[in-house]
């Protein structure tokens, strides 16, 4: 099993800045891609940025320019810069990690959810 640990969320003015980060531990083989999605009140989850083990990332739209996706294969966790956030970035941030687990195979694991609340 794989196990997802997030933190570094909080409240933050407009403009500012915070740093997610998502820990992965348990019986894991192999990580693949890592990624970040959000979801705000009343709306479906969405896709915000995205890790492939070789180190190419995506973004959505939205983000590109403010916020930056890394990871440390060593430590097995994903990190989300956050720059110049808006009022509109406020969600919950989930991580999620495909990863190959002993006597499983590839699988989308999700974190429990981290509140990223931004205000004027």
């Known amino acids: 099993q794989v196990r997802l640990v997030e933190s570094g969320g909080g409240l933050v003015q407009a403009g500012g800045s915070l740093r997610l980060s998502c820990a992965a531990s348990g019986s894991i083989l192999r990580i693949n891609a890592m990624g970040w999605y959000r979801q705000a009140p009343g709306k479906q989850r969405e896709f915000v940025a995205r890790i492939a083990s070789g180190g190419s990332t995506n973004y959505a739209d939205s983000v590109k320019g403010r916020f930056t996706i890394s990871r440390d294969n060593a430590k097995n966790t994903v990190y989300l810069q956050m720059n110049s956030l808006k009022l509109e970035d406020t969600a919950v941030y989930y991580c999620?990690?495909?990863?190959?687990?002993?006597?499983?195979?590839?699988?989308?694991?999700w974190g429990q959810g981290t509140q990223v609340t931004v205000s004027s």
């Open positions: 999620n990690v495909l990863a190959v687990a002993v006597g499983r195979d590839a699988y989308g694991y």
